[in-house]
């Protein structure tokens, strides 16, 4: 089945690296995708990866996928309080098929 | 580049009333779907539309129904609105016909039901 998952929460401090997790069971998962939603607006694409790719690096993202796992991380350095929000890991089988969130991680960044 | 648009971005209704949401895809996209994200919630998908024809099914609820139009514009209608249909709606596209392109998503239509 169809399914992903995510912890809820994150703290950490201003300049640290955050990681968030996610871990997923579809293994056709072509795309594999993190959004950002802060609070009352919509889904922001920050960085998607291929089912093909181990990883992916954009600036101050950096996204590793361990398919054996079926294991998704994304990685900001240099956390800044603007990086506060929701983070929701995804994964699509691409062109024609719906996109599967999961719960989305909140990430607090203290000043 | 263009992008999804939605309209309206915000709607109040009442209880019991319908509301009908619209969604306009990027230009040549042949696909489109529907999203829910209630409070603190992770967007739900609803139901998808290829060329004009209904494609997948999610937690559509039957109070609602959704078309994609001649122009690939897609509609999502809500009748006997309840409190808890408040949520913000989402709309994304993609093309199908070109091997391994991602859904763009628009930013949504915020639904207040009083």
């Known amino acids: 089945g169809e399914d992903v998952e995510q912890s809820l929460f994150l703290s950490v401090r201003e300049g640290d690296s955050s990681v968030i997790n996610c871990t997923y069971t579809d293994s056709s998962s072509t795309y594999l995708y993190w959004y950002k939603q802060e609070p009352g607006a919509g889904l922001q694409l920050l960085t998607y990866i291929f089912s093909n790719m181990d990883m992916k690096q954009d600036q101050r993202l950096t996204v590793l996928l361990n398919k054996k796992d079926k294991h998704l991380s994304l990685r900001i350095a240099d956390t800044q309080t603007g990086d506060s929000a929701i983070y929701f890991c995804a994964e699509s089988m691409g062109g024609g098929f719906k996109t599967i969130f999961g719960a989305g991680t909140r990430l607090f960044v203290k000043a | 580049a263009a992008g999804v648009i939605q309209s309206p971005r915000h709607l109040i209704k009442e209880k019991r009333e319908t509301a009908t949401l619209k969604c306009y895809p990027i230009?040549?996209?042949?696909?489109v779907y529907w999203y829910q994200q209630g409070p603190g919630q992770d967007p739900q998908f609803l139901i998808s539309f290829y060329e004009k024809m209904q494609s997948d099914k999610g937690s559509i609820p039957d109070r609602f129904s959704a078309q994609q139009f001649s122009d690939y514009h897609s509609e999502l209608n809500m009748s006997s609105l309840e409190l808890g249909d408040s949520a913000l709606y989402f709309c994304?596209?993609?093309?199908?016909?070109?091997?391994?392109?991602?859904?763009?998503f628009g930013q949504g239509t915020r639904l207040t039901v009083v």
């Open positions: 994304a596209s993609s093309a199908r016909t070109v091997a391994n392109t991602e859904a763009f």
């Open positions: 230009p040549r996209h042949d696909t």
